[in-house]
């Protein structure tokens, strides 16, 4: 089991940026996939990107591509979501998740694990 406490989070003016930091706990981290979801208000659960237990395989939402980039380092315990040119309809509660058995998947019922989320909100 591992449990995971996300930080980070906060206010920004469009166009700036964050860095996300989600911290696991237990010896086993490095052998979970690890992925970022985030919800908005009235809006369901939407997939960011996600992580290979390595790291050498990430994946996006091509809504974020090109802004926003996944990186973990397992020694911490710890995976990032450094996020760039930030706009406001990325205003939402970020969540890390970690998958036991699914590598990249954009499906958030494919994750076992869940933070208690950080906000974000992008001024405009």
């Known amino acids: 089991q591992v449990q995971l406490v996300e930080s980070g989070g906060g206010l920004v003016q469009a166009g700036g940026s964050l860095r996300l930091s989600c911290a696991g706990s237990?010896?086993?981290?490095?052998?979970?996939?690890m992925g970022w979801f985030r919800q908005a208000p009235g809006k369901e659960r939407e997939f960011v990107a996600a992580?290979?237990?390595?790291?050498?395989?990430?994946y996006y939402a091509d809504s974020v591509k090109g802004r926003f980039t996944i990186s973990r380092d397992n020694a911490e315990n710890t995976v990032y979501l450094q996020m760039n040119s930030l706009k406001p309809e990325d205003t939402a509660v970020y969540y890390c998740a970690a998958s036991i058995n699914y590598s990249g998947s954009d499906d958030y019922t494919m994750y076992d694990y869940w933070g208690q989320g950080t906000q974000v909100t992008v001024s405009s």
């Open positions: 992580i290979s237990w390595s790291g050498d395989s990430t």
């Open positions: 237990g010896r086993t981290f490095s052998t979970y996939a």
